[in-house]
Nanobody, 115 residues
């Protein structure tokens, strides 16, 4: 059974930092394209950052220069370092892993940035 479990969300003041982690079981994440999405109330889910199986990152324009996506293959995790957080970053953040028609999602972790 495949599971993705996010952790690291919470409440932080604007300008602060958080580090999200997505731990996988049942699959080896290094064989998958992985990504972080977020969804704020009333908004559609949007891509925040993705990383290919070879480690190439892609970022949404809104987070470039502030967020960094990375893999830890030894721990079978994908992480999202979020710096200089803004109130508009407030959302539920979801981890995603995809490969060859398979698409797995985590349950989400809440990030709230206060002004």
């Amino acid at each position: 059974q495949v599971q993705l479990v996010e952790s690291g969300g919470g409440l932080v003041q604007a300008g602060g930092s958080l580090r999200l982690s997505c731990a996988a079981s049942g699959i080896r994440l290094n064989f998958y394209a992985a990504a972080w999405y977020r969804q704020a109330p009333g908004n559609e889910r949007e891509l925040v950052a993705s990383i290919t199986s070879s480690g190439d990152p892609i970022y949404a324009d809104s987070v470039k220069g502030r967020f960094t996506i990375s893999r830890d293959n030894a721990k079978n995790t994908v992480n999202l370092q979020m710096n200089s957080l803004k109130p508009e970053d407030t959302a539920v953040y979801y981890c995603n892993a995809a490969r060859l028609g398979y698409n797995w999602w985590g349950q989400g972790t809440q990030v709230t940035v206060s002004s």
